[in-house]
T-cell receptor, first 112, second 109 residues
Framework: DAKTTQPNSMESNEEEPVHLPCNHS???????IHWYRQLPSQGPEYVIHGLTSNVNNRMASLAIAEDRKSSTLILHRATLRDAAVYYC?????????????FGTGTRLLVSP | NAGVTQTPKFQVLKTGQSMTLQCAQDMNHNSMYWYRQDPGMGLRLIYY???????DKGEVPNGYNVSRLNKREFSLRLESAAPSQTSVYFC????????FGQGTRLTVV
């Protein structure tokens, strides 16, 4: 299974942008990069995913390095509700099935 | 639509007791998964099912069994619970994007 590496924790102030990094140096050409987050006492929820190009949705933006060996999840204005553990995982293209192996993620702390 | 529904939400077992955790999804997805999450840790894969009728071991299958009853339902059974199995258990489905249940908090005393 392809591996990802993330910092254990990061801190931010409310209403400031947050950049959460992820390294995936063994990524293959067909692997999608997915991000999930887990709010306290809840199951993980999908945030965003991408293959090569940067992606934006209502929750966040995903910036993918040109060599695809790293990516960054961007929260444009952190709120207290964004305090969660953020997981970066890789998913194989065009298969409905993958083991979905999660690492320990990055715990984001947001201060008022 | 309920998405992924897990029952029960909370359970306390005595060592050696057995129980089955139930998971049902209404999204018509083929793939289903069981994970466990210990305090302060990430999710570890116990078992998964790529499609109805197939199941495979994940990272930490010892002490567990699973049944993919039909496309909707994927159950996890603890035959003889041990304190080391105290954890939060999550069921998930996947079709491009993964969807998780709210979890079952299991305590084995």
């Amino acid at each position: 299974d392809a591996k990802t590496t993330q910092p254990n924790s990061m801190e931010s102030n409310e209403e400031e942008p947050v950049h959460l990094p992820c390294n995936h140096s063994t990524i293959s050409g067909t692997d999608y990069i997915h991000w999930y987050r887990q709010l306290p006492s809840q199951g993980p929820e999908y945030v965003i995913h991408g293959l090569t190009s940067n992606v934006n949705n209502r929750m966040a933006s995903l910036a993918i390095a040109e060599d695809r060996k790293s990516s960054t999840l961007i929260l444009h204005r952190a709120t207290l509700r964004d305090a969660a553990v953020y997981y970066c995982i890789l998913r194989v293209l065009n298969t409905g099935f993958q083991k979905l192996v999660f690492g320990t993620g990055t715990r984001l702390l947001v201060s008022p | 639509n309920a998405g992924v529904t897990q029952t029960p939400k909370f359970q306390v077992l005595k060592t050696g007791q057995s129980m089955t955790l139930q998971c049902a999804q209404d999204m018509n997805h083929n793939s289903m998964y069981w994970y466990r999450q210990d305090p302060g840790m990430g999710l570890r894969l116990i078992y998964y099912s790529a499609s109805e009728g197939t199941t495979d071991k994940g990272e930490v299958p010892n002490g567990y069994n699973v049944s993919r009853l039909n496309k909707r339902e994927f159950s996890l059974r603890l035959e003889s619970a041990a304190p080391s199995q105290t954890s939060v258990y999550f069921c998930a489905t996947n079709w491009g994007v993964a969807f998780f249940g709210q979890g079952t908090r299991l305590t084995v005393v």
